[in-house]
């Protein structure tokens, strides 16, 4: 007898959004059985998403170990990065005429 399963087991919070999709999408007379089999195939169609996505993960992991190896033993130079926040004016600028607006609005001279 095997250890580990092939199938993996889904995980609960799959299976809650896959049937609050299927009943969303639930129509008048559709028994609760075809709502059941509804929500089986949308949590299928959520794993082979989530399979799919964490093999473009691990392919973009292996992708940018091989390039910063790369890079890492031609260039032994520490590159210094530095960060600079950058205030924009115009959320400044429309705050204080909107306080203006308001200021002549109730206070008209």
Do not use: C, H
Not at 40 to 52: E, F, H, P, S
Not at 61 to 78: A, I, W
Not at 87 to 95: E, T
Not at 101 to 108: E, K, L, S, T, V
């Amino acid at each position: 007898m095997s250890r580990y399963s092939k199938k993996q087991a889904v995980s609960p919070e799959t299976q809650d959004e896959a049937m609050s999709i299927a009943k969303a999408n639930q129509r008048p007379s559709q028994t609760k059985e075809q709502t059941r089999l509804i929500a089986q195939g949308i949590q299928k169609g959520i794993d082979q998403y989530k399979k799919k996505q964490k093999s473009k993960s691990r392919e973009l992991d292996k992708k940018l170990k091989k390039v910063q190896q790369e890079t890492g033993s031609e260039n032994d130079v520490e590159i210094k990065e530095t960060v600079t926040y950058r205030q924009y004016w115009l959320p400044w600028v429309l705050l204080i005429l909107s306080w203006l607006a308001a200021g002549f609005y109730f206070y008209p001279v």
